[in-house]
């Protein structure tokens, strides 16, 4: 069973910064590319950034190019997202999960397993 767990949401006023975590286990993540998404209230869940394991090679999408950052270690089987310059529309429910890395891993439709989502709240 793969297990996915966040941390690190919180309050923060806007032009903060916060650190998302997400602890998988259950298998080896060698062969998942991972991302982060969000769901505001009342919005569809959408797609931040995404990172594979091996290589590292990366994904943003353009709001939060700049400003998000992510990062993997793949000995603690950690997934990470910095989050600096927050604004109040980054307000939402993070949520990290994990894609087969032989797709393109683009839309939720991909991905296989998710977490339990972390709040992220961005006040003026």
């Known amino acids: 069973q793969v297990q996915l767990v966040e941390s690190g949401g919180g309050s923060v006023q806007a032009g903060g910064s916060l650190r998302l975590s997400c602890a998988a286990s259950?298998?080896?993540?060698?062969?998942?590319?991972m991302g982060w998404f969000r769901q505001a209230p009342g919005k569809d869940r959408e797609l931040v950034t995404t990172?594979?394991?091996?290589?590292?090679?990366?994904y943003y999408t353009d709001s939060v190019k700049g400003r998000f950052t992510v990062s993997r270690d793949n000995a603690k089987n950690t997934l990470y997202l910095q989050m600096n310059s927050l604004k109040p529309e980054d307000t939402a429910v993070y949520y990290c999960?994990?894609?087969?890395?032989?797709?393109?891993?683009?839309?939720?439709?991909?991905?296989?397993?998710w977490g339990q989502g972390t709040q992220v709240t961005v006040s003026s």
């Open positions: 999960a994990a894609c087969p890395a032989g797709l393109g891993c683009y839309v939720r439709g991909e991905y296989e397993y």
């Open positions: 259950g298998r080896t993540f060698s062969r998942y590319q």
């Open positions: 990172i594979r394991w091996i290589g590292g090679s990366t």
